[in-house]
């Protein structure tokens, strides 16, 4: 009898290591590829013009936002979707997420939606 209770009580312990192992890895996993993305839009953010447009600002909502971009190839494709014809357009990230909530996100570059620009 007594060998059974600390035969369970192993495999308790085995399944919580496990467990906590997987946890750790997984926080560690979200928090690199948070690290990742901010890191790839403060460097695109300095002033850089990328095919038109032009990101100037540091974007702090993006640290808090992060959670909208899956990966750091999303980033590139949504530059890419938000392409601005007039190269004083300013793109926030800001902006980004309203319009990946609208539900006009595919006719986001009509004349008719508002655009950021200097103050």
Same mark, same amino acid.
């Given at each position: 009898? =007594? +060998? /059974?209770?600390?035969?369970k009580i192993s495999l308790l312990s085995v399944l919580l290591v496990f467990c906590t192992a997987?946890?750790?890895?997984? &926080? #560690?996993? &979200?928090?690199?590829n948070a690290i990742l *993305?901010? /890191? =790839? *839009?403060? %460097? +695109?953010? #300095?002033?850089? %013009?990328q095919d038109g447009v032009k990101l100037v600002e540091l974007v702090?909502? &993006? %640290?808090?936002?992060v !959670? #909208?971009?899956s990966d +750091?190839?999303?980033?590139?494709?949504?530059? %890419?979707?938000?392409?601005a014809p007039d190269p004083d357009q300013v793109i926030t990230a800001?902006? *980004?997420? !309203?319009?990946?909530?609208s539900s006009s996100f595919q006719d986001c570059c009509?004349? /008719? &939606?508002?655009t950021f620009r200097y103050a």
């Open positions: 009898m =007594k +060998l /059974n209770i600390t035969r997987g946890m750790v890895a997984w &926080v #560690f996993y &979200v928090s690199s *993305i901010k /890191n =790839k *839009i403060e %460097q +695109l953010s #300095f002033g850089v %013009q702090d909502s &993006v %640290q808090q936002d !959670r #909208f971009i +750091l190839s999303s980033i590139d494709g949504i530059i %890419q979707a938000h392409k800001d902006w *980004i997420w !309203r319009q990946r909530l009509k004349p /008719n &939606v508002p």
